[in-house]
């Protein structure tokens, strides 16, 4: 089904992906947070 190398490509796809996921997110929820929406 998948040797090393596949799955070593796919995890490593995987973790770049959620990474970037996760400092979009951030940049998001700052750029709203400086914009004045912030509460707290």
């Known amino acids: 089904m998948f040797d090393d190398q596949d799955l070593g490509f796919f995890a490593n796809f995987l973790?770049?992906?959620i990474f970037v996921l996760v400092m979009a997110y951030h940049f998001v929820m700052a750029d709203v947070k400086y914009?004045?929406?912030y509460c707290g």
């Open 15 to 17: 973790g770049i992906f």
């Open 35 to 37: 914009e004045g929406n």
